[in-house]
């Protein structure tokens, strides 16, 4: 699928995301089927899947199937006010 998107468009597919109602960010079963199938089509590629909530202090989780070990993992991750970095000069 990757090659397929980048030939045709010119970008890779990295991963997909999507909201869930009543800001329950758990990955359900046909998401995990999703990330499964995904993966496995994408063998060497790490993807990621993004599924948004309503909650600022925790907007979103992220999640990955390691093809490896066959787990879904969630990942950890912190979110960066780019423009306060930006005015500082970092």
């Known amino acids: 699928m990757e090659n397929k998107i980048f030939e045709k468009y010119g970008f890779y597919y990295i991963g997909e995301w999507h909201t869930h109602p009543n800001n329950n960010m758990q990955y359900s079963l046909m998401d995990m089927e999703s990330m499964i199938s995904i993966s496995n089509n994408n063998l060497g590629y790490k993807m990621i899947f993004i599924i948004l909530g309503n909650d600022y202090k925790k907007p979103f989780k992220i999640y990955c199937y390691n093809q490896t070990t066959r787990n879904i993992e ?3 991750y ?7 970095i930006l005015k ?3």
Do not use: D
């Open 74 to 76: 969630e990942l950890t």
């Open 88 to 90: 500082r000069g970092e």
């Open 78 to 84: 912190e979110v960066i006010e780019v423009e306060k």
